[in-house]
């Protein structure tokens, strides 16, 4: 079903902004509610918070295979399109990697005019079809099976709200980018029971910039949905040796982003 992420906006600031909280988070009111919507795959739902952390790689990666986007919410795209022309405007340089591509409507959007090569825990083989000119690999974000510094620009739009390791996970994007790192992910409250995976949340700007670090010139802005970009343009020794195989660590760039 396609429906336009403004749609899913809206349905998600009712859930979470209207429903007090006392019962927002009651099992029976919610559990009801995804049972009417959702049928059998509802419990994937219900129980995934409190197991998600547990789950080794291939289980976590197994859930995603059983749900098969059964959410209602769930469209084409989790990207809205004022989020989808900030990154486009955004790109620098020929290569891009988007880490958790989806269905592949970024990716597809941006081989138009880039080398794109799109990644996700779960590849979706009708994405791959659809879009021949993408080069998809199979991957986590956490544990991305490239070698430092290999693109200029890397795309991770609605995807770190998923992962069980979120630091590592944004050590991952920033390690294998050489220009440019942008995010994109939800506004969205934390509630133990919804129509989503997610297990990371960032209804605050802080909340996002708690995880991400602050960088002075970083761009963050509300587009319905958090829109994050910072530069990657100087090298730095890295005594401690931690910064994977290569022997340097980025710091953000000195200039104000574009």
């Excluded at 989806?102 to 959007?109: D, F, K, P, T, W």
């Excluded at 990371?200 to 970009?229: K, M």
Aim: charged share 20%; with cysteine; proline share 5%.
């Amino acid at each position: 079903m396609n429906i336009p992420r403004s749609f899913s906006l809206a349905a998600q600031y009712v859930l979470d902004q209207w429903i007090p909280p006392a019962l927002r988070d009651t099992k029976w009111v919610m559990g009801g509610l995804m049972r009417i919507v959702l049928g059998r795959n509802a419990r994937h739902y219900l129980d995934f918070k409190n197991q998600a952390f547990a789950l080794s790689d291939p289980e976590f990666a197994d859930v995603y295979c059983q749900i098969n986007d059964a959410s209602p919410l769930q469209g084409e795209t989790d990207l809205n399109e004022r989020c989808a022309e900030k990154i486009l405007e955004n790109l620098r340089g020929a290569t891009v990697l988007e880490a958790g591509c989806g269905r592949g409507y970024l990716a597809g959007r941006m081989a138009r005019t880039h080398e794109v090569t799109a990644t996700d825990i779960v590849l979706d083989e009708s994405a791959v079809a659809r879009y021949p000119d993408v080069d998809f690999t199979a991957a986590n974000v956490e544990a991305l099976p490239f070698p430092d510094r290999s693109f200029d620009t890397v795309v991770c739009t609605h995807t770190l709200e998923h992962v069980q390791n979120l630091q590592q996970a944004i050590g991952e994007l920033r390690r294998v980018a050489r220009e440019r790192v942008i995010i994109v992910v939800p506004r969205q409250r934390p509630y133990k029971y919804g129509f989503n995976l997610h297990i990371h949340f960032f209804p605050y700007t802080w909340s996002l910039q708690g995880y991400l670090g602050y960088r002075e010139n970083a761009v963050i802005c509300n587009l319905g949905d958090w829109y994050y970009h910072e530069d990657v343009e100087q090298l730095t020794p890295d005594p401690t040796g931690s910064a994977g195989n290569n022997e340097n660590v980025r710091i953000a760039s000195a200039r104000q982003p574009a």
